[in-house]
């Protein structure tokens, strides 16, 4: 082989080194750049993330909502429940089983809970709020189970006739699931936003002096098949949960309901 | 010395089959998922708490990280896998426009950023949503997937 060829084949060679360094170069330079990229920004949006979480948190004191549309009687029975129901309204019965802790039963409350209040108020019905622990120990780790005793006691230690608004304030004000909330301090708070503020019921929240109701009305809950919340039972008949959709989806759903109901035999839920 | 060198286009041809197929299916699968989790959201009928539900009770997807700037996160995902198997198609694949290259990068790097987002949400909700993991997964696994790709096709020069 000629110098001058031996020469050519080594500048073959420099340049095709030269390549695939360069190709290696940018290799590296991809790797470094998606993955330098995806660590910053990665950091700004945890970060995002977590402060707006915290922001959420520090709200200040929440206030209560006070409900103010029509409403029928409201009276407490014995074991705790609520009844609301117009004089002389024999049927039919509408009874909701709920956990002041339930999303869902939350997103029912917003798009039908005062259809329902409406109805008693008209004198369409009976409702019966059974309160109860849903979500209890050992099947939900704390603080889930804690928070919805904490709830259904403030609710069960308030006078029936802010249940109502009480009821509301605590869907509002609903912790994250999984997340800590109902204190004490927000719960007596409510009650003075709403006037009712006592310290019969501060000794009755803080002390959990309705524990034996929770447990009666969960055991209530449990001895009626109710085995998610809410449940609706109309003159002692689980609703579907089609027929609940339609009730959260029309206030018209429930007239039809109730009417086709009317006054069937008498339930065996007072 | 160059004789592997297709000379008409003058590199060496991408060849990897398999990563592209394994793209599409993840893609596919993806796209299935989302749409599932697309129809629940719009469902009218409520998901219920139900006293066995350890894992999700629908806070997840209930939650007030369901939605970024209004828009439903699934159907976000719905428009990423939409996005993503476009690009994916045997036309878009064996194309050397670098605005598709590009674009498939930009969209599993972007897709990547909203898992972290969403993971991080789970996270703060303390609560894990096992459907939603599935795209999380898939969407990470299309990232190594596309950079894979990248890396080979500047390794032989293109």
């Known amino acids: 082989m000629s110098k001058s060829a031996r020469q050519g084949t080594a500048r073959e060679k420099l340049a095709e080194e030269r390549k695939r360094q360069a190709a290696r170069d940018k290799q590296r330079k991809l790797l470094l750049g998606v993955a330098g990229g995806l660590v910053l920004v990665s950091a700004a949006v945890v970060g995002f993330v977590v402060v707006k979480n915290n922001s959420g948190d520090g709200d200040g004191a929440p206030k209560a909502v006070a409900y103010t549309g029509p409403l ?31 999303p869902a039963c939350k997103s029912l409350d917003e798009a039908a809970g005062d259809a329902l209040l409406k109805a008693a108020a008209e ?34 230690c308030a006078p029936a006739d802010k249940w109502v608004s009480y009821a509301k304030t605590l869907y509002a004000h ?42 009666k009305a969960t055991k209530y809950a449990e001895e009626q098949k109710v085995q998610g919340t809410p449940t609706l039972k ?8 089609e027929q609940v959709g339609q009730i959260a989806s029309s206030p018209a759903a429930l007239d039809e309901l109730l009417a086709a109901a009317g006054s069937s035999p008498a339930p065996s839920d007072q | ?67 970024l700037f ?35 990068l930009a969209a599993v790097i972007v897709g ?14 303390g609560k894990v949503c096992l459907w939603c993991t599935a795209v999380h997964v898939i969407t990470v696994l299309l990232l190594g997937l596309v950079l ?7 390794g032989s020069g293109t």
């Open chain 1, 72 to 102: 029928a009687p409201t009276t407490r029975q014995e074991d705790g429940s609520i009844l609301m129901s117009k004089e002389g309204v024999a049927g039919p019965t509408l009874v909701v089983f709920e956990d002041f802790q339930c």
């Open chain 1, 123 to 156: 004198g369409k019905a009976r409702v019966i709020y059974r309160p109860f622990q849903l979500f209890k120990a050992p099947s939900f780790a704390e603080p889930l189970p804690s928070v919805s005793r904490r709830g259904a006691n403030a609710a069960f």
């Open chain 1, 174 to 215: 609903q912790p994250v699931e999984g997340k800590n909330g109902f204190e004490n301090a927000e719960l007596l708070s409510w009650a003075r936003d709403l006037g009712f503020y006592s310290a019969d019921f501060e000794k009755c929240v803080t002390g959990m002096q309705k524990a034996a109701d929770i447990d």
């Open chain 1, 234 to 241: 109309l003159n002692g008949k689980d609703l579907t949960q």
């Open chain 2, 1 to 67: 010395m160059v004789g592997n060198i297709d000379p008409r286009v003058g590199t060496a041809p991408v060849r990897s089959p398999g990563l592209l197929t394994a793209m599409r299916l993840l893609t596919l699968v993806g796209l299935a998922v989302s749409v599932y989790l697309t129809v629940v959201h719009y469902n009218d009928v409520p998901l219920i708490c139900s006293e066995s539900a350890t894992i999700d009770c629908a806070s997840v997807t209930t939650s007030e990280y369901s939605k």
């Open chain 2, 70 to 104: 209004g828009i439903p996160v699934p159907l976000l995902g719905l428009v990423f896998f939409v996005g993503f198997g476009a690009l994916v198609v045997s036309a878009a694949w064996s194309s050397t426009h670098p605005v598709l290259r590009w674009g498939r």
């Open chain 2, 112 to 125: 990547t950023l909203f898992v972290v987002y969403l993971v991080t949400a789970e996270l703060v909700l």
């Open chain 2, 148 to 154: 894979t790709d990248e890396y080979r096709r500047l």
